[in-house]
């Protein structure tokens, strides 16, 4: 019991410290916000797990690209209770001058299976239910539509040359879920409304409502799977919300922007970490002055650790249950009857998580105690012989969390590329400035030559301290200039090479149209490239819907994609890997993948590939990986295959491309719309104004997250100045006592401090940098160029924010007595 009161006192004695409240503080923080995003992520999964039978319209959905032919939709309505088909189409609607693109739905009689719908007479009105669609000859819209549009109920709207009656408003649809996270604008029509017009896309799709019981569904999902191998199947009990894999992946996003935080809480701890470590060393040696045995001092040294992880534990849940609680709140808007509930396996998986990474931190301390001599304990070694240690360790411990998280290990490999990148460069630019700054200063008198001699003599702990201040700077420079910088840059790119009007799809007959009006409006095509639609079913055999991996690749594959075809290499790609096809090659049956999708999906040379193409499935084998290069054009397709390919694929072509509009042609496109409502044309304004609204909702969501960073960067700073404190009295100390004045030694400490900011910003631009080059380099294959008055603004406010506070802290230290500065 006396062991334990001593290692409690111990504990309580070390928090009151300076490094003891940083070293809380910031694992406090850390703990904090992994605890709140694990139980907003928990909570979520719950709701969306018990919200699935509420809005999915029937006991089982069935959603696929292709249609089932008369016979294989009669015998599945043999198999069902009851059975609703709809269709749903991208398109265009206009009014008048106004126009939009719209998900248009069409229904059956039979449709809502379960639940009813919601309507109005205005956007504002009154909601009324009823249990049937529009009538034929009818069209419903929603409000934000209507109010695009400026039209309102009684209103005659045209698609495809066929005039319906606007005559109500929709508010709601039993099988809205199915949308996932889209907030397209909606459309609804009787299926028998538009016979006579063409409105098939490439991202059409049928989706297939099913009430029946247990024993039927399970033979319809059997069924399904071999009649339609593309569909997505969603059930009602036991299913998978189409958000959950969505939100895992924003779970995976947060989570991977923690280990930037955990990387600068790594820095700060490991700077605590020295002085934490000179007391176990003077504690040690009077444990064991009076006979106690290495192993019961090193578990008191543990349970002094261990004491304060728990206390930073509680202070963590607290903080995080507050927040929690906040969150959930804010949340309420995009998740009705969402609500704060415990979670308490999570919670301690998360802990536990935090606890193996804090302890990886610790295993270099203990070590060095475990192994170190008496005379050792008592004298202050060099620290030269543990510093790749403790590198080894943090490198590990973050590598650790980046494989828990992340759901694209090359984004993530190139982001951890670009920090150890900064960090070699930190250490070589210290030792070559130190060094080079002694050599020349031998021969001279002076403050500034002596500083650099002072340097010189710690070394390996100035390394340390640029190496905490850089990394803090460069992952600040991260968060914020990348973000700043990649609208200008992509905007002005694509406004060089793409004209101001890109053709997301047109069909065949559409492309004479398209050319007929570019003649008449004074506009110019600027590229047009063929391609059809074909959907991904399975690698190597191996169903691509039995693939539960949380990832945007995946998920964008499990949806039809373009699929392209060309004997030579398009001039905007390049060859990445594998063996590109001869021209006029009689095996068509060969393959070439963008080279992020090869890493991301884990595919090999070799792979078979299957993909269902108008109905069909067809096999490709997996040759050769193409990436994106700048110098004709942004237009480039994931997957490429042989041009005599072509004539083996029974399926509509489609085209893509781009056109340089003149302003007066603006006005003209609702009129091409009106006689092609499938003609997806997407200004590239809209494109900016769509990327500037998902910027401003990342902007809002990691407000949080910034303010986090900030909040470890001048933890980081503090340890830095209180890590290395003790030292900076003694040497302040000594100098004094041989007659130099407190401005000499204010002096001598800013040498020293801007030394060190320098080196830190350069390695934190460096960094930057690099993390440009690589992202926008192997990912867009474009010059990333950030703006250099804006860069030196940043290096000027870091170098002279580390200066003042050095200065401050050293003006502070200067308020003792010689004595004093000399005994502590």
Request: proline share 3%; with cysteine; hydrophobic share 50%.
């Amino acid at each position: 019991m006396n062991r334990v009161k001593l290692v409690l006192e111990n504990s309580w004695r070390d928090l009151w410290g300076g490094d003891g409240r940083i070293s809380m503080a910031t694992q406090t923080a850390l703990l904090f916000f992994l605890m709140t995003l694990t139980l907003t992520s928990a909570s979520i999964q719950s709701y969306l797990a018990d919200n699935l039978d509420q809005m999915l319209g029937s006991d089982l959905v069935i959603e696929s690209p292709s249609s089932l032919t008369e016979g294989d939709e009669a015998a599945f309505r043999s198999m069902a209770v009851g059975l609703s088909v709809t269709q749903l189409a991208d398109i265009t609607m206009t009014h008048k001058e106004e126009w939009a693109r719209v998900q248009l739905k069409l229904v059956d009689d039979f449709y809502p299976l379960q639940g009813n719908l919601q309507i109005g007479d205005t956007p504002v009105a009154t909601q009324r239910a009823v249990s049937r669609g529009p009538n034929v000859g009818e069209i419903w819209i929603d409000s934000r539509l209507a109010i695009k549009l400026r039209t309102q109920v009684g209103d005659n709207l045209t698609i495809g040359g066929t005039d319906l009656r606007l005559s109500a408003i929709l508010f709601h649809e039993p099988d809205r879920i199915m949308e996932g996270h889209s907030v397209a604008m909606r459309a609804m029509a009787h299926a028998q409304s538009l016979d006579g017009a063409s409105i098939n896309s490439s991202k059409g799709r049928t989706r297939y409502l099913v009430t029946a019981d247990e024993k039927q569904l399970q033979a319809i999902e059997k069924w399904s799977r071999q009649t339609l191998p593309g569909a997505s199947v969603i059930k009602k009990f036991g299913g998978q919300h189409p958000l959950a894999s969505f939100w895992q992946r924003t779970e995976n996003f947060l989570g991977l922007a923690s280990v930037i935080l955990f990387f600068m809480g790594a820095v700060a701890l490991d700077m605590t970490n020295r002085r934490w470590l000179a007391k176990m060393r003077y504690r040690l040696a009077i444990y064991a002055s009076f006979g106690t045995r290495t192993r019961t001092a090193m578990l008191m040294a543990l349970g002094e650790w261990l004491a304060g992880f728990l206390l930073s534990i509680a202070l963590a849940s607290m903080l995080a249950i507050v927040a929690y609680g906040l969150i959930v709140a804010e949340l309420q808007g995009y998740f009705p009857g969402l609500r704060a509930s415990w979670h308490v396996a999570p919670a301690l998986k998360t802990i536990g998580l935090f606890f193996l990474l804090l302890l990886a931190l610790q295993v270099p301390s203990f070590i060095q105690l475990s192994r170190a001599s008496l005379l050792s304990l008592i004298r202050n070694p060099a620290e030269s012989s543990y510093v790749w240690q403790r590198l080894f360790w943090s490198i590990a411990s973050v590598t650790l969390l980046a494989a828990a998280y992340s759901d694209n290990m090359l984004l993530t490999g190139m982001t951890l590329m670009a920090i150890a990148a900064a960090l070699t460069l930190m250490v070589v630019l210290t030792w070559t400035v130190i060094r080079l700054g002694d050599v020349w200063g031998r021969r001279r008198a002076g403050l500034l030559p002596f500083a650099f001699f002072m340097m010189r003599q710690r070394l390996f702990a100035k390394s340390a301290q640029v190496m905490g201040l850089g990394l803090c700077g460069l992952l600040l420079l991260f968060s914020l200039m990348l973000m700043r910088d990649l609208g200008t840059t992509m905007e002005g790119y694509g406004r060089s090479h793409d004209g101001n009007l890109m053709i997301a799809e047109a069909q065949a007959d559409q492309v004479d149209a398209i050319n007929i009006w570019a003649e008449k409006t004074g506009s110019s095509v600027r590229s047009m490239r063929p391609f059809v639609s074909a959907q991904l079913v399975s690698v190597n055999g191996k169903a691509l819907s039995d693939m539960q991996k949380p990832s945007d690749t995946l998920a964008t594959l499990k949806d039809p994609i373009r699929l392209s075809w060309t004997d030579a290499m398009p001039k905007n790609n390049r060859l990445d890997g594998g063996k590109w096809w001869s021209a006029d090659t009689d095996n068509w049956r060969q393959i070439s993948a963008e080279s992020e999708v090869m890493t991301d999906m884990g595919f090999s040379y070799g792979d078979t590939l299957t993909y269902q193409i108008g109905g069909k499935p067809y096999d490709f084998k997996l040759v050769a990986s193409h990436a994106y290069q700048p110098g004709a054009g942004s237009i480039t397709f994931w997957f490429q295959v042989p041009l005599s390919a072509r004539a083996q694929i029974d399926a509509p072509t489609r085209y893509m491309g781009s056109m340089e509009l003149p302003e007066p042609a603006w006005d003209a496109l609702a009129g091409l719309w009106q006689q092609y409502p499938t003609l997806s044309l997407v200004p590239l304004q809209e494109l900016t104004e769509r990327f500037d609204q998902t910027l401003g909702i990342v902007t809002k969501v990691t407000g949080g997250y910034a303010a986090m960073v900030l909040l470890l960067a001048l933890f980081v700073l503090a340890a830095s100045v209180s890590g290395f404190s003790a030292d900076d009295r003694q040497k302040n100390g000594l100098l004094m006592s041989m007659g130099l004045r407190e401005s000499d030694c204010l002096r001598l400490n800013f040498y020293d401090w801007g030394v060190t900011a320098l080196i830190a910003a350069a390695g934190a631009i460096a960094g930057t940098w690099s993390a440009g080059l690589l992202i926008y380099q192997a990912q867009f294959n474009l010059t990333y160029n950030p703006d250099i008055l804006w860069v030196a603004a940043m290096v000027f406010a870091m170098v002279a924010t580390v200066c003042l506070v050095g200065y401050l802290a050293c003006r502070q230290s200067l308020k003792v007595s010689v004595r004093h500065l000399m005994a502590t």
